[in-house]
């Protein structure tokens, strides 16, 4: 059974910058797709941005709110994947969903697995 469990999540200033991770159990995260989904108070949760290997390498899909601040790496070795968040700001405040598996269609991807979430908190 594939479990995922985020940490990582805090308060930060505007401006600052956090690292999420996401620790997998029960698979490799090797050649295994990846994700970041997050939910703000209020709204539905959005895609963050999806790491995914095509065969040959692996490429990122981000959203356009992220694109040039976030970034994905993973450590095989401890089967875990990180988010680094730059240059955050306030409307960045949600809760943070790791996400793996699962399938891409239509412009939508739908994951196998979910972790439990993290809040991260970008005060102003």
């Known amino acids: 059974q594939v479990q995922l469990v985020e940490s990582g999540g805090g308060l930060v200033q505007a401006g600052g910058s956090l690292r999420l991770s996401c620790t997998v159990s029960?698979?490799?995260?090797?050649?295994?797709?990846m994700a970041w989904f997050r939910q703000a108070p209020g709204k539905e949760r959005e895609f963050v941005l999806r790491?995914?290997?095509?065969?040959?390498?692996?490429?990122?899909d981000y959203a356009d709110s992220v694109k040039g601040r976030f970034t994905i790496s993973r450590d095989n070795a401890e089967n875990t994947m990180y988010l680094q968040m730059n240059s955050l700001k306030p409307e960045d405040t949600a809760v943070y969903y790791c996400?793996?598996?699962?399938?891409?269609?239509?412009?939508?991807?739908?994951?196998?697995?979910w972790g439990q979430g993290t809040q991260v908190t970008v005060s102003s």
């Open positions: 790491h995914n290997w095509n065969g040959l390498t692996y490429y990122t």
């Open positions: 029960g698979r490799t995260v090797n050649k295994f797709t």
């Open positions: 996400a793996a598996g699962g399938t891409y269609y239509d412009g939508r991807y739908s994951p196998d697995y």
